[in-house]
């Protein structure tokens, strides 16, 4: 068991450590992960790694047009990943290990199989037709606007049966519910009384920011600069146009505030964090709320940035300055939405990057492998899935949704060997897994393990303060964690080039990436190429 850390919510000083259940660990032997495989690795998860909680992507029952987030059916588990007694099993061993338990709630959308959707489509006149967004033909005959599809094409699908159309932010498999409707509120904040009576932790809201458009469906206008609208990443036709009015209406945070309150009817800090694609920081904060909404809005920056110490020195900043005295930020560096971290930053920048996360003031959340530096692996058009992929080239998502790599054998620990796993290993599987990186002193599963260790060890580093330094190289970056008398400096190189830098009161070293590294000398510290190093020290 762990100490309690009782004077902080659990949340603000957890490792979160994000589990994409299809390709996490089989337990049935059909290539895709499930629940009881979770539950299985579990102690992996606490006692080798050293995590404090897990985000599990959906579970729910669902036609898997989007790989569960079209969900058919809120409050059970699709027999693909096991049980409701199988979470309730996962859940109780979880807690048994002090480790908390987040869900994925997916707001905006259904799956189109959905008993709501199928009640709403049959007439105009049914109770639920509401429940959707549905809407006219312009009397031209046109769509009733501009609004794009992020997975390509129009946000609009013509229903031949009632002659009208409905909006889909993403599939046309997934109809986008309508929160104007109290009746909707109702029933999808009951869905979250589902999972909370069970005793799940928190939920990490799937694209938190969608659910409320303009009610007058005005056209979005044309983006100025197209090229410069894939400051996340590209995303084909969908760039072309400044999302104005298809997502992030002021009213969205009626909908928060009213999914808080249904939060804070229970005791035991539950939790909130919503993935928020938005670029304005004053707009992204706004969902703190007055302490009212979400605990926290997800920070992509980092993964929006390129490997620049300035860029990420900015960004950094930036973030500090919005976060509300109420609030707390958090980092992440990937998820299943992105290209892997190692392939992004290139793995010489991996340990790095593991530093930064594990150091920087705040929440951080690891996604599975990348504390294995997994690289994204090259899945070959026969054998893609991702529907984003398919229908907008450049887009798919498969290459970072590969299984975890366990073992260096075939299977890999994750099936049966005689089993083609849903998405195919990387190349380096049989080099790149747990068994063999738990055996080889300085690996990276070593390293994070270890760094894990030093966040857990070093109160400033799980609840400090912060200062970024600025009396440093250009393409070094360097912050002050301080928690009572207790600091630690972190000093990183961004380049491939060694860097001088100088701190006031350099302290013994902690941990580097540079595995030659024994200590520090005096004032002046010489970085090796992409180097990371952590220094502790008292104040005097």
């Not at 079209?70 to 693909?80: E, F, Q």
């Not at 096991?82 to 987040?102: M, N, P, Q, S």
């Not at 250009?474 to 080039?497: C, P, Q, W």
Request: proline share 7%.
């Amino acid at each position: 068991m762990r100490p309690h850390q009782t004077d902080l919510e659990w949340w603000k000083t957890a490792v979160v450590y994000q589990i994409y259940p299809r390709s996490f660990q089989d337990t049935t032997g059909n290539g895709i992960g499930d629940l009881n495989g979770i539950t299985e690795r579990l102690g992996y998860l606490v006692d080798t790694l050293g995590v404090d909680a897990i985000w599990i992507s959906p579970f729910y029952p669902s036609p898997m047009a989007d790989f569960g987030y079209d969900v058919s059916d809120y409050t059970d588990v699709d027999p693909l990943f096991g049980t409701l007694e199988d979470f309730d099993r996962l859940l109780a061993a979880a807690h048994d290990l002090d480790l908390k338990v987040i869900v994925d709630w997916v707001p905006n959308h259904t799956s189109d199989r959905h008993p709501w959707f199928v009640e709403s489509r049959s007439s105009r006149a049914n109770p639920r037709r509401d429940w959707y967004v549905w809407h006219d033909s312009k009397p031209d005959g046109e769509l009733p606007n501009n609004w794009q599809s992020e997975f390509g094409g129009p946000a609009w699908t013509f229903d031949e049966r009632t002659g009208q159309w409905y909006l889909h932010s993403f599939l046309s498999e997934q109809p986008d519910l309508n929160w104007r409707n109290p009746e909707v509120a109702a029933a999808m904040f009951d869905t979250v009384r589902f999972w909370l009576d069970r005793g799940v932790d928190g939920f990490r809201i799937d694209v938190a920011h969608y659910v409320m458009k303009d009610p007058a469906f005005a056209d979005n206008p044309a983006a100025v600069d197209p090229a410069a609208m894939a400051t996340f990443k590209p995303m084909g036709p969908f760039n072309a146009w400044e999302h104005v009015h298809d997502r992030g209406h002021p009213d969205v945070h009626s909908v928060y505030r009213g999914f808080r309150a249904v939060l804070d009817e229970y005791d035991g800090d539950r939790f909130s964090v919503g993935e928020i694609h938005i670029f304005d920081w004053d707009e992204w904060a706004s969902y703190y709320g007055h302490g009212d909404e979400l605990h926290m809005p997800y920070n992509f920056s980092l993964i929006w940035a390129g490997w620049d110490a300035d860029t990420f020195r900015t960004r950094i900043r930036a973030l500090e300055a919005v976060v509300p005295a109420h609030g707390w930020p958090n980092h992440v560096l990937g998820n299943h939405d992105e290209q892997r971290l190692a392939t992004r930053y290139g793995p010489e920048n991996a340990r790095t990057a593991a530093t930064l996360l594990l150091t920087l003031r705040g929440q951080p959340t690891l996604y599975y492998g990348d504390e294995l530096a997994m690289r994204e692996t090259d899945v070959p058009a026969e054998q893609e899935q991702d529907p984003w992929g398919k229908r907008v080239p450049g887009t798919s998502r498969d290459g970072c949704r590969t299984p975890m790599p366990w073992t260096p054998g075939p299977g890999h620990g994750f099936t049966d060997p005689s089993v083609a796993p849903w998405l195919p290993f990387g190349d380096d599987a049989a080099e790149r897994n747990v068994e063999t990186q738990l055996g080889a002193s300085e690996s990276m599963l070593n390293f994070v393990r270890r760094l894990l260790r030093l966040r857990r060890a070093r109160a400033s580093l799980s609840r400090g303060t912060m200062n970024l330094l600025d009396d440093l190289p250009a393409d070094v970056l360097g912050y002050e964690r301080e928690h009572h008398t207790e600091r630690t400096t972190v000093l990183i190189n961004f380049s491939s080039k060694p860097q001088v830098a100088r701190i006031a009161s350099p302290g013994p070293m902690l941990i580097s990436t540079d595995a030659t590294r024994t200590d520090v000398d005096g004032t002046t510290v010489t970085l090796a190429p992409n180097e990371a190093l952590v220094l502790g020290s008292a104040r005097g």
